[in-house]
């Protein structure tokens, strides 16, 4: 059978999200699907952060992707491929464009869109729209929560392998002892481990004051990045990676950034995540465990309608108590407020909280995901066309 060949444009725009999304959608493509899959980036580092492997080379094949570095001389004998996915609406080099003019069999052109829970997505989702100086058209794909959207990127066996690692603690132990992190697995089992990856937010000054004075043991373990900025000036002496610094009852380790595989082991372990942006977003409610979503800010404050959209959702079948405990968290998380209190109720609601988290993953996985939803999309238009 041949291969249809597949391009995915990213560009980086800051953060590790783009190349974080594009990149998983690659690395699952190339490994469940009959496609050949290149990726072209135009930052390499970012991807080399979330995928160690990267060398800093214009080419080369990476999980049977073939990752290509986009740079301003993008080479005219490029020719499309048969399916082209620009990623949050990148703009396509040029000659590439030309070339898809004159192919003789049109490639399917799609843009995959951010994700969000807002309703208008439903409508938006599949939309055509067409490129104003060449004339072809392109399909707006947009994920999402609902069955009239495109779904959120689940690998095949995600679950499976989820929960083979959360009912196996020596995997766990593994884990940490392979990140160098033993002192994790000395905790106590009543120990709150928690994971927390976020941009830079005040808010995080009242949840470290009250993991300090809590009742239990809570360790918080603190992947390298903005939150630290946060973080810090709060301590009497810096946190570096690979420091652990006790205070109370709150014990902090800043652990490296590690691989997106690993970073989905870090999820599945702890007890609690607290997550960002998109990617890490869809990985922690695969995760199903108790997550609290710091969510990529917009101006005029427009990222809490997005924040409220997915609350909606979320939410929609949660008992009154649980739902407004964690809608205040949520919000004034991301507002920068103090979560003291928010944070105390929802605590007194935790194993409600745990089965809200496992319910909510396991109503997300009946929906069809978002390569599958692209893949069958694709042969639907090959179809058409042949
Ligand atoms: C903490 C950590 C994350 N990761 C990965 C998980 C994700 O793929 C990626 C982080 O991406 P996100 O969670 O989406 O958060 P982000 O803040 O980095 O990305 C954001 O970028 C903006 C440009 C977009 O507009 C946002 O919507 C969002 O995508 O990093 C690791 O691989 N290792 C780690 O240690």
Not at 227 to 245: F, R
Not at 284 to 313: G, T
Not at 373 to 378: K, P, S, V, W, Y
Request: with cysteine; glycine share 4%.
């Amino acid at each position: 059978m041949n291969k249809a060949h597949w391009d995915i444009f990213c560009q980086v725009i800051d953060n590790y999200g783009d190349i974080g999304v594009c990149w998983r959608l690659a690395r699952q493509l190339a490994a469940e699907y009959p496609v050949k899959v290149r990726l072209w980036v135009d930052e390499l580092a970012a991807l080399k952060q979330i995928w160690p492997e990267t060398q800093l080379q214009s080419q080369q094949y990476l999980e049977q992707v073939e990752v290509c570095v986009w740079s301003e001389n993008f080479p005219a004998e490029v020719k499309p491929a048969d399916v082209v996915i620009e990623a949050f609406a990148c703009e396509l080099p040029t000659t590439y464009l030309a070339a898809m003019q004159v192919k003789a069999q049109p490639s399917v052109w799609l843009n995959l869109e951010y994700l969000s829970a807002e309703d208008w997505v439903e409508g938006c989702h599949k939309m055509l729209s067409m490129h104003p100086s060449t004339g072809m058209n392109k399909t707006f794909f947009f994920p999402g929560f609902t069955e009239k959207t495109g779904g959120i990127l689940r690998e095949k066996t995600l679950l499976e392998h989820r929960a083979a690692f959360q009912g196996d603690y020596s995997k766990q132990d593994a884990f940490f002892s392979q990140l160098g992190l033993d002192q994790v697995n000395q905790r106590t089992k009543e120990t709150l481990l928690v994971s927390l990856f976020a941009y830079e937010n005040t808010a995080v000054a009242s949840l470290i004051h009250t993991w300090q004075q809590s009742k239990t043991p809570v360790m918080c373990l603190v992947p390298f990045g903005k939150i630290l900025t946060s973080l810090n000036p709060l301590l009497n002496k810096p946190l570096e990676v690979g420091q652990a610094q006790q205070i109370g009852a709150l014990t902090l380790i800043a652990i490296p950034f590690v691989s997106q595989q690993e970073y989905d082991h870090l999820l599945w372990a702890c007890d609690l995540n607290f997550i960002r942006g998109e990617d890490s977003f869809v990985r922690a409610q695969w995760a199903a465990k108790p997550m609290v979503w710091h969510i990529y800010p917009q101006d005029e404050d427009y990222h809490m309608v997005k924040l409220n959209a997915f609350l909606a959702h979320y939410l929609a079948k949660t008992e009154p108590m649980l739902q407004s405990a964690l809608s205040n968290l949520w919000q004034v998380w991301n507002q920068g407020g103090d979560v003291s209190e928010h944070w105390q109720t929802c605590l007194k609601l935790w194993p409600q909280w745990q089965r809200q988290s496992q319910s909510w993953c396991k109503q997300l996985s009946q929906q069809n995901d978002l390569s599958s939803q692209l893949f069958d999309f694709c042969q639907k238009r090959a179809t058409e066309k042949g």
